[in-house]
């Protein structure tokens, strides 16, 4: 069983940043691409950001430019770096771990962790 725990959300001002982590459990953990998704009210889950196994990234064009995604596969962590927040980013922010190739849609992920929330103020 995969636990994975995310970290890291609150509430900043328009133009601020955050540092989102996710932390894995299991031994497994560098074999797998991993994704970050996020969901506001009313809204249905989407795609934020994603790094694979080999470290190869891939952003929503959203977030592109101004969020970063990286892993320390010794710490079994994935992080997102969120620069220059904007209140439309506001929303629960989840870590998910991939069942294979597939890294921008909900179902190509397997294991879900609980989410955090990031609140953006204008």
């Known amino acids: 069983q995969v636990q994975l725990v995310e970290s890291g959300g609150g509430l900043v001002q328009a133009g601020g940043s955050l540092r989102l982590s996710c932390a894995a459990s299991g031994r497994t953990f560098s074999s797998y691409s991993m994704g970050w998704f996020r969901q506001a009210p009313g809204k249905e889950r989407e795609f934020v950001a994603a790094i694979t196994w ?21 710490k079994n962590t994935v992080y ?33 962790g609980q989410g955090t929330q990031v609140t953006v103020s204008s």
């Open 54 to 74: 080999t470290g190869s990234t891939y952003y929503a064009d959203s977030v592109k430019g101004r969020f970063t995604i990286s892993r320390d596969n010794a």
């Open 80 to 112: 997102l770096e969120m620069n220059s927040l904007k209140p439309e980013d506001t929303a629960i922010y989840y870590c998910a771990r991939a069942r294979g190739t597939g890294i921008s849609r909900v179902h190509e992920y397997d294991y879900w």
